[in-house]
DNA sequence: CCTACCGATCGGTAGG
DNA sequence: CCTACCGATCGGTAGG
Protein backbone atom coordinates (compact mmCIF):
# COMPACT_ATOMS: atom_id res chain seq x y z
CA UNK A 1 0.00 0.00 0.00
CA UNK A 2 1.41 3.52 -0.58
CA UNK A 3 1.35 5.58 1.74
CA UNK A 4 1.30 9.27 0.82
CA UNK A 5 3.73 11.72 2.29
CA UNK A 6 1.15 13.28 4.40
CA UNK A 7 0.55 9.56 6.14
CA UNK A 8 4.08 9.12 6.18
CA UNK A 9 4.45 11.92 8.62
CA UNK A 10 1.30 10.97 10.84
CA UNK A 11 3.00 7.22 10.77
CA UNK A 12 6.06 8.71 11.67
CA UNK A 13 4.86 11.36 14.17
CA UNK A 14 2.81 8.81 15.79
CA UNK A 15 5.53 6.75 16.80
CA UNK A 16 7.78 9.13 18.07
CA UNK A 17 4.93 11.03 19.93
CA UNK A 18 4.02 7.67 21.72
CA UNK A 19 7.72 7.07 22.44
CA UNK A 20 8.98 10.69 23.81
CA UNK A 21 5.23 12.64 23.98
CA UNK A 22 4.23 15.11 21.77
CA UNK A 23 6.51 18.25 23.98
CA UNK A 24 9.35 16.21 23.73
CA UNK A 25 9.31 15.53 19.95
CA UNK A 26 10.44 18.09 17.95
CA UNK A 27 9.24 19.31 14.08
CA UNK A 28 12.88 18.05 13.49
CA UNK A 29 12.61 14.67 14.92
CA UNK A 30 9.74 14.24 12.82
CA UNK A 31 11.27 15.73 9.64
CA UNK A 32 14.80 13.41 10.29
CA UNK A 33 12.15 10.22 10.32
CA UNK A 34 11.24 11.25 6.90
CA UNK A 35 14.84 11.88 5.66
CA UNK A 36 13.86 15.94 5.26
CA UNK A 37 15.13 19.13 6.50
CA UNK A 38 12.84 20.48 9.30
CA UNK A 39 11.42 23.15 7.75
CA UNK A 40 10.32 21.13 4.90
CA UNK A 41 8.04 19.82 7.07
CA UNK A 42 5.93 22.85 6.61
CA UNK A 43 5.41 22.66 2.91
CA UNK A 44 2.62 19.25 3.78
CA UNK A 45 1.38 20.77 7.82
CA UNK A 46 0.25 24.13 8.61
CA UNK A 47 1.75 23.68 12.22
CA UNK A 48 2.63 20.65 14.69
CA UNK A 49 -0.67 20.89 16.62
CA UNK A 50 -2.22 19.95 13.25
CA UNK A 51 -0.06 17.01 13.34
CA UNK A 52 -1.07 15.61 16.66
CA UNK A 53 -5.02 16.73 15.70
CA UNK A 54 -5.16 14.89 12.98
CA UNK A 55 -3.88 11.73 14.91
CA UNK A 56 -5.97 12.24 17.38
CA UNK A 57 -9.55 12.70 15.14
CA UNK A 58 -8.35 9.55 13.20
CA UNK A 59 -8.29 7.47 16.58
CA UNK A 60 -11.23 9.08 17.70
CA UNK A 61 -12.81 8.15 14.07
CA UNK A 62 -11.89 4.68 14.76
CA UNK A 63 -12.91 4.44 18.35
CA UNK A 64 -16.25 5.24 17.22
CA UNK A 65 -16.97 3.24 14.34
CA UNK A 66 -15.86 0.22 15.88
CA UNK A 67 -18.00 0.66 18.33
CA UNK A 68 -20.98 1.26 16.53
CA UNK A 69 -20.26 -1.84 14.44
CA UNK A 70 -20.16 -3.48 18.09
CA UNK A 71 -23.84 -2.14 18.96
CA UNK A 72 -25.25 -3.48 15.05
CA UNK A 73 -23.75 -6.50 15.57
CA UNK A 74 -25.02 -7.33 18.77
CA UNK A 75 -27.97 -5.34 19.18
CA UNK A 76 -30.70 -7.11 21.00
CA UNK A 77 -28.10 -9.32 22.33
CA UNK A 78 -27.31 -10.18 26.18
CA UNK A 79 -25.00 -8.19 27.88
CA UNK A 80 -22.36 -10.16 28.13
CA UNK A 81 -21.72 -10.73 24.29
CA UNK A 82 -22.49 -6.98 24.06
CA UNK A 83 -19.56 -6.42 25.83
CA UNK A 84 -17.43 -8.68 24.38
CA UNK A 85 -17.91 -7.47 21.37
CA UNK A 86 -17.21 -3.53 22.84
CA UNK A 87 -13.79 -5.08 24.50
CA UNK A 88 -12.66 -6.77 21.00
CA UNK A 89 -13.45 -3.64 18.95
CA UNK A 90 -11.90 -1.62 21.88
CA UNK A 91 -8.63 -3.71 21.61
CA UNK A 92 -8.76 -4.27 17.91
CA UNK A 93 -8.32 -0.32 17.59
CA UNK A 94 -5.44 -0.45 20.03
CA UNK A 95 -3.49 -3.14 18.49
CA UNK A 96 -4.24 -2.69 14.45
CA UNK A 97 -2.45 0.88 14.78
CA UNK A 98 -1.00 1.56 18.69
CA UNK A 99 1.26 4.38 17.47
CA UNK A 100 -2.10 6.64 17.02
CA UNK A 101 -4.11 5.03 19.79
CA UNK A 102 -1.37 5.76 22.52
CA UNK A 103 -1.34 9.38 21.06
CA UNK A 104 -5.39 9.82 21.72
CA UNK A 105 -5.11 8.32 24.81
CA UNK A 106 -2.02 9.59 26.39
CA UNK A 107 -1.32 13.16 24.15
CA UNK A 108 -4.76 14.55 23.80
CA UNK A 109 -4.30 17.07 26.43
CA UNK A 110 -1.73 18.97 24.33
CA UNK A 111 -4.22 19.94 22.09
CA UNK A 112 -5.07 23.72 22.12
CA UNK A 113 -7.87 24.16 24.97
CA UNK A 114 -10.80 24.08 22.18
CA UNK A 115 -9.47 21.54 20.29
CA UNK A 116 -8.84 19.87 23.69
CA UNK A 117 -12.48 20.56 24.60
CA UNK A 118 -13.75 19.05 21.62
CA UNK A 119 -12.27 15.73 21.75
CA UNK A 120 -12.94 15.57 25.73
CA UNK A 121 -16.38 15.70 24.55
CA UNK A 122 -16.02 12.73 22.36
CA UNK A 123 -13.95 10.88 24.58
CA UNK A 124 -17.03 11.00 27.18
CA UNK A 125 -19.84 10.32 24.38
CA UNK A 126 -17.62 7.08 24.07
CA UNK A 127 -17.09 6.41 27.42
CA UNK A 128 -21.04 6.67 28.65
CA UNK A 129 -21.58 4.11 25.82
CA UNK A 130 -19.50 1.45 28.12
CA UNK A 131 -21.40 2.66 31.31
CA UNK A 132 -24.68 2.84 29.53
CA UNK A 133 -23.83 -0.98 29.03
CA UNK A 134 -22.25 -1.80 31.88
CA UNK A 135 -25.90 -0.15 34.11
CA UNK A 136 -27.90 -1.94 31.87
CA UNK A 137 -26.50 -5.04 32.36
CA UNK A 138 -26.46 -4.42 36.18
CA UNK A 139 -29.85 -4.12 36.44
CA UNK A 140 -30.26 -6.57 34.35
CA UNK A 141 -28.51 -8.92 36.75
CA UNK A 142 -25.79 -10.39 33.77
CA UNK A 143 -23.69 -8.30 35.88
CA UNK A 144 -22.45 -8.18 39.17
CA UNK A 145 -23.68 -4.74 41.23
CA UNK A 146 -21.50 -2.17 40.17
CA UNK A 147 -20.81 1.77 39.84
CA UNK A 148 -20.85 2.00 36.12
CA UNK A 149 -18.45 5.07 35.82
CA UNK A 150 -16.46 3.82 38.11
CA UNK A 151 -16.21 0.19 36.52
CA UNK A 152 -15.84 2.09 33.14
CA UNK A 153 -12.82 4.12 34.21
CA UNK A 154 -11.97 0.60 35.77
CA UNK A 155 -12.24 -1.51 32.19
CA UNK A 156 -11.01 1.35 29.89
CA UNK A 157 -7.84 1.68 31.83
CA UNK A 158 -7.26 -1.76 31.98
CA UNK A 159 -7.60 -2.08 28.13
CA UNK A 160 -5.86 0.84 27.07
CA UNK A 161 -2.99 0.05 29.63
CA UNK A 162 -2.13 -2.48 26.42
CA UNK A 163 -0.44 0.70 24.13
CA UNK A 164 2.26 1.04 27.13
CA UNK A 165 3.74 -2.60 25.79
CA UNK A 166 2.07 -3.86 22.96
CA UNK A 167 4.43 -4.42 20.05
CA UNK A 168 2.75 -5.76 16.90
CA UNK A 169 6.25 -8.30 16.15
CA UNK A 170 6.02 -9.38 19.85
CA UNK A 171 5.64 -12.52 21.32
CA UNK A 172 1.97 -12.39 21.77
CA UNK A 173 -0.34 -11.88 18.82
CA UNK A 174 -3.17 -9.47 19.12
CA UNK A 175 -5.62 -12.19 18.65
CA UNK A 176 -4.31 -13.83 21.89
CA UNK A 177 -4.38 -10.58 23.83
CA UNK A 178 -7.84 -10.03 22.79
CA UNK A 179 -9.01 -13.15 24.11
CA UNK A 180 -7.53 -13.00 27.46
CA UNK A 181 -8.29 -9.66 27.72
CA UNK A 182 -12.50 -10.87 26.88
CA UNK A 183 -12.01 -12.78 30.39
CA UNK A 184 -10.27 -10.60 32.30
CA UNK A 185 -13.35 -7.69 31.02
CA UNK A 186 -15.95 -10.19 31.88
CA UNK A 187 -15.26 -11.49 35.03
CA UNK A 188 -14.50 -7.71 36.39
CA UNK A 189 -17.97 -7.68 36.02
CA UNK A 190 -18.99 -10.20 37.52
CA UNK A 191 -20.04 -12.08 34.90
CA UNK A 192 -20.11 -15.45 34.24
CA UNK A 193 -17.58 -17.09 32.08
CA UNK A 194 -18.81 -17.55 28.63
CA UNK A 195 -19.54 -21.37 27.71
CA UNK B 1 3.45 20.40 58.87
CA UNK B 2 6.44 22.90 57.79
CA UNK B 3 7.83 22.02 54.17
CA UNK B 4 10.67 22.31 53.62
CA UNK B 5 12.09 24.73 50.27
CA UNK B 6 12.87 21.58 48.27
CA UNK B 7 10.00 19.58 49.52
CA UNK B 8 7.61 22.68 48.10
CA UNK B 9 9.79 22.26 44.90
CA UNK B 10 9.27 18.71 44.84
CA UNK B 11 5.28 19.02 45.50
CA UNK B 12 4.90 22.03 42.86
CA UNK B 13 6.84 20.15 40.07
CA UNK B 14 4.57 16.97 40.73
CA UNK B 15 2.05 18.73 40.06
CA UNK B 16 3.13 20.26 37.08
CA UNK B 17 4.42 17.20 35.62
CA UNK B 18 1.53 15.49 36.13
CA UNK B 19 -0.63 18.12 34.38
CA UNK B 20 1.78 19.18 31.28
CA UNK B 21 4.45 16.09 31.59
CA UNK B 22 8.25 16.56 32.48
CA UNK B 23 8.79 17.77 28.42
CA UNK B 24 6.03 20.40 28.81
CA UNK B 25 7.10 21.63 31.98
CA UNK B 26 9.67 24.69 31.90
CA UNK B 27 12.35 25.31 34.85
CA UNK B 28 10.24 29.22 34.64
CA UNK B 29 7.22 27.20 35.32
CA UNK B 30 8.34 25.40 38.74
CA UNK B 31 10.32 28.43 40.07
CA UNK B 32 6.97 30.90 39.21
CA UNK B 33 4.75 28.08 41.77
CA UNK B 34 7.95 29.38 44.70
CA UNK B 35 7.56 32.68 43.37
CA UNK B 36 11.27 33.06 42.86
CA UNK B 37 13.40 33.37 39.53
CA UNK B 38 13.74 30.55 37.25
CA UNK B 39 17.76 31.05 37.47
CA UNK B 40 16.65 30.67 41.23
CA UNK B 41 16.05 27.12 41.61
CA UNK B 42 19.38 26.26 40.85
CA UNK B 43 20.26 27.32 44.17
CA UNK B 44 18.29 24.20 45.68
CA UNK B 45 18.40 22.06 42.67
CA UNK B 46 21.22 20.52 40.03
CA UNK B 47 19.10 20.45 37.04
CA UNK B 48 15.28 19.44 36.32
CA UNK B 49 15.61 15.92 36.28
CA UNK B 50 17.53 15.58 39.51
CA UNK B 51 13.74 16.98 40.62
CA UNK B 52 11.58 14.45 38.35
CA UNK B 53 14.63 11.53 39.52
CA UNK B 54 13.58 12.78 43.64
CA UNK B 55 9.88 12.48 43.21
CA UNK B 56 10.58 8.87 41.01
CA UNK B 57 12.39 7.55 43.60
CA UNK B 58 10.29 8.51 46.47
CA UNK B 59 6.99 7.28 45.09
CA UNK B 60 8.84 3.98 44.10
CA UNK B 61 9.56 3.86 47.94
CA UNK B 62 6.18 4.27 48.91
CA UNK B 63 5.15 1.26 46.47
CA UNK B 64 7.83 -0.65 47.80
CA UNK B 65 7.13 -0.29 51.53
CA UNK B 66 3.34 -0.51 51.21
CA UNK B 67 3.67 -3.63 49.63
CA UNK B 68 5.80 -4.82 52.27
CA UNK B 69 3.82 -4.34 54.61
CA UNK B 70 0.84 -5.90 52.78
CA UNK B 71 3.28 -8.91 52.81
CA UNK B 72 4.06 -8.51 56.08
CA UNK B 73 0.10 -8.07 57.48
CA UNK B 74 -1.26 -11.39 55.36
CA UNK B 75 2.01 -13.64 55.22
CA UNK B 76 -0.14 -17.00 55.21
CA UNK B 77 -3.27 -15.73 54.61
CA UNK B 78 -5.23 -16.98 51.45
CA UNK B 79 -4.44 -15.39 48.38
CA UNK B 80 -7.66 -13.56 48.47
CA UNK B 81 -7.07 -11.63 51.34
CA UNK B 82 -3.51 -11.14 50.10
CA UNK B 83 -4.69 -9.91 47.28
CA UNK B 84 -7.20 -7.16 48.94
CA UNK B 85 -4.34 -6.06 50.70
CA UNK B 86 -2.01 -4.91 47.76
CA UNK B 87 -4.74 -3.51 46.06
CA UNK B 88 -5.29 -1.16 49.14
CA UNK B 89 -1.74 -0.33 49.53
CA UNK B 90 -1.23 0.37 45.95
CA UNK B 91 -4.64 2.65 45.84
CA UNK B 92 -3.47 4.04 49.03
CA UNK B 93 0.16 5.23 47.53
CA UNK B 94 -2.00 6.18 44.68
CA UNK B 95 -4.31 8.87 45.99
CA UNK B 96 -2.27 9.93 48.99
CA UNK B 97 0.09 11.84 46.88
CA UNK B 98 -1.13 11.57 43.29
CA UNK B 99 0.80 13.77 41.85
CA UNK B 100 3.95 12.06 42.89
CA UNK B 101 2.40 8.64 42.11
CA UNK B 102 1.02 9.88 38.51
CA UNK B 103 4.46 11.61 37.72
CA UNK B 104 6.31 7.89 38.46
CA UNK B 105 3.76 6.01 36.12
CA UNK B 106 3.79 8.35 33.37
CA UNK B 107 7.01 10.29 33.16
CA UNK B 108 9.55 8.05 34.08
CA UNK B 109 10.74 7.18 30.67
CA UNK B 110 11.82 11.13 30.69
CA UNK B 111 15.06 9.99 32.96
CA UNK B 112 18.11 9.23 31.13
CA UNK B 113 19.23 6.25 30.26
CA UNK B 114 20.67 4.84 33.29
CA UNK B 115 18.23 6.22 35.64
CA UNK B 116 15.54 4.67 33.51
CA UNK B 117 17.25 1.50 33.81
CA UNK B 118 17.05 1.63 37.47
CA UNK B 119 13.71 2.67 37.70
CA UNK B 120 13.07 0.03 35.80
CA UNK B 121 14.22 -2.79 37.33
CA UNK B 122 12.29 -1.49 40.79
CA UNK B 123 9.08 -1.44 38.44
CA UNK B 124 9.55 -5.02 37.36
CA UNK B 125 10.62 -6.36 41.03
CA UNK B 126 7.12 -4.63 41.77
CA UNK B 127 5.08 -5.95 39.20
CA UNK B 128 6.99 -9.49 39.84
CA UNK B 129 5.24 -9.49 43.06
CA UNK B 130 1.91 -9.22 41.86
CA UNK B 131 2.47 -12.06 39.03
CA UNK B 132 3.93 -13.99 41.42
CA UNK B 133 0.63 -13.33 44.05
CA UNK B 134 -1.61 -14.06 40.87
CA UNK B 135 0.42 -16.99 40.04
CA UNK B 136 0.15 -19.00 43.68
CA UNK B 137 -3.69 -17.90 43.97
CA UNK B 138 -4.46 -19.57 40.28
CA UNK B 139 -2.44 -22.58 41.16
CA UNK B 140 -4.20 -22.93 44.88
CA UNK B 141 -7.79 -22.50 42.58
CA UNK B 142 -8.38 -19.23 44.93
CA UNK B 143 -8.37 -17.34 41.64
CA UNK B 144 -9.56 -18.62 37.32
CA UNK B 145 -6.62 -20.05 35.47
CA UNK B 146 -5.42 -16.70 34.16
CA UNK B 147 -2.08 -15.94 32.57
CA UNK B 148 -0.22 -14.17 34.95
CA UNK B 149 1.98 -11.63 33.88
CA UNK B 150 -1.01 -10.64 31.36
CA UNK B 151 -3.80 -10.57 34.54
CA UNK B 152 -0.83 -8.33 36.28
CA UNK B 153 -0.51 -5.97 33.40
CA UNK B 154 -4.43 -5.78 33.46
CA UNK B 155 -4.69 -5.11 37.13
CA UNK B 156 -1.88 -2.35 37.94
CA UNK B 157 -2.94 -0.52 34.78
CA UNK B 158 -6.58 -0.29 36.10
CA UNK B 159 -5.54 0.98 39.30
CA UNK B 160 -3.33 2.87 38.06
CA UNK B 161 -5.79 4.81 35.99
CA UNK B 162 -7.07 6.62 39.27
CA UNK B 163 -4.39 9.00 38.91
CA UNK B 164 -5.66 10.41 35.76
CA UNK B 165 -9.17 11.40 37.31
CA UNK B 166 -8.75 11.57 40.83
CA UNK B 167 -8.93 14.68 43.01
CA UNK B 168 -8.37 14.88 46.85
CA UNK B 169 -11.57 17.20 47.08
CA UNK B 170 -13.56 15.51 44.69
CA UNK B 171 -16.86 13.66 45.37
CA UNK B 172 -15.27 10.17 45.66
CA UNK B 173 -13.15 9.31 48.68
CA UNK B 174 -10.32 7.40 48.72
CA UNK B 175 -11.67 4.87 50.87
CA UNK B 176 -14.80 4.25 48.72
CA UNK B 177 -12.16 4.31 45.45
CA UNK B 178 -10.62 1.90 47.22
CA UNK B 179 -13.54 -0.54 48.12
CA UNK B 180 -14.77 -0.51 44.67
CA UNK B 181 -11.19 -0.75 43.33
CA UNK B 182 -10.71 -4.00 45.50
CA UNK B 183 -14.06 -5.52 44.43
CA UNK B 184 -13.28 -5.20 40.71
CA UNK B 185 -9.95 -6.77 41.41
CA UNK B 186 -10.99 -9.47 43.50
CA UNK B 187 -13.40 -10.15 40.42
CA UNK B 188 -11.37 -9.42 37.52
CA UNK B 189 -9.54 -12.89 38.60
CA UNK B 190 -12.23 -14.83 39.30
CA UNK B 191 -11.93 -14.56 42.97
CA UNK B 192 -15.59 -15.20 44.77
CA UNK B 193 -16.68 -12.13 46.43
CA UNK B 194 -15.42 -11.63 50.01
CA UNK B 195 -17.81 -12.13 52.81
C1' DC C 1 17.87 34.19 46.15
C1' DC C 2 18.81 38.01 42.32
C1' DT C 3 20.58 40.07 37.85
C1' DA C 4 22.71 39.34 33.77
C1' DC C 5 23.82 36.39 30.59
C1' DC C 6 25.13 31.98 27.69
C1' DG C 7 24.70 28.64 23.66
C1' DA C 8 21.35 25.58 21.94
C1' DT C 9 17.14 24.56 20.32
C1' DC C 10 12.37 25.47 19.59
C1' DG C 11 8.28 26.23 16.05
C1' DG C 12 7.75 28.64 12.15
C1' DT C 13 8.38 32.04 7.77
C1' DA C 14 10.35 34.00 3.32
C1' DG C 15 11.63 33.20 -0.94
C1' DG C 16 12.89 30.44 -4.07
C1' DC D 1 11.51 20.41 -0.85
C1' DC D 2 15.84 23.58 0.23
C1' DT D 3 18.60 27.48 2.30
C1' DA D 4 18.66 31.09 5.23
C1' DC D 5 16.80 33.07 8.77
C1' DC D 6 13.50 34.87 12.73
C1' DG D 7 12.12 35.81 17.72
C1' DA D 8 11.17 33.20 21.69
C1' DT D 9 12.26 30.08 24.95
C1' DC D 10 14.92 26.40 26.78
C1' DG D 11 18.17 24.55 30.75
C1' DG D 12 21.81 26.27 33.01
C1' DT D 13 26.12 29.33 34.82
C1' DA D 14 28.70 33.39 36.90
C1' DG D 15 29.06 36.36 40.30
C1' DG D 16 27.29 38.45 43.64
Redesign the interface.
Known amino acids: MVETRRQQIETIASSLFR??????TSVRDIARGLDIQGASLYAHVASKEDVLWAIVRRAAERFEAEIEMAERATAGAAPVERLEAYVRGHVGVLTENVGQASVFI?EW??LSPDRRARIGARRDAYENRWRQLIAEGSQAGAF?P??PP??A??????L??IV??YRPDGP?SARA?AA??V??SL????AE?RP
Open positions: EQGYAGRRSATDLAAYLLTANGTWLIEFNLRSLGE
